[in-house]
């Protein structure tokens, strides 16, 4: 059992930043694919980025790519998402999700039903 928990979120004006947490207890964290999800209201959860266990792979969703990075710390046992240029369509509850693969893949890690560990969510909010 891995169990995640998301810190970080808050309330930020648009165009800041903010860094989320994702810390595992349980497993080693460095044996298992970390992505980070978020979902608004009445939507569905959607992918914003992933990582390989040792970090040497990353992929983004396009509203991500080049505002937000993904990476991670394995002796701490935690993954992080830096976000930056933070927009109010970035607001929603984000997720990190870890899964044990044998092999990174990014069309797998980019799919919520792929994942079998979640943590409780953490809310971000941007607005003015």
């Known amino acids: 059992q891995v169990q995640l928990v998301e810190s970080g979120g808050g309330l930020v004006q648009p165009g800041g930043s903010l860094r989320l947490s994702c810390t595992a207890s349980g497993r080693t964290l460095s044996n298992y694919v970390v992505g980070w999800f978020r979902q608004a209201p009445g939507m569905e959860r959607e992918f914003v980025a992933a990582i390989s266990g040792g970090g040497g792979r990353t992929d983004y969703a396009a509203s991500a790519k080049d505002r937000f990075t993904v990476t991670r710390d394995n002796a701490k046992n935690t993954v992080y998402l830096q976000m930056n240029s933070l927009k109010p369509e970035d607001t929603a509850v984000y997720y990190c999700?870890?899964?044990?693969?044998?092999?990174?893949?990014?069309?797998?890690?980019?799919?919520?039903?792929?994942?079998?560990?979640w943590g409780q969510g953490t809310q971000v909010t941007v607005s003015s």
């Open positions: 999700g870890a899964v044990n693969l044998a092999y990174y893949s990014s069309d797998y890690s980019s799919r919520p039903d792929g994942y079998t560990y």
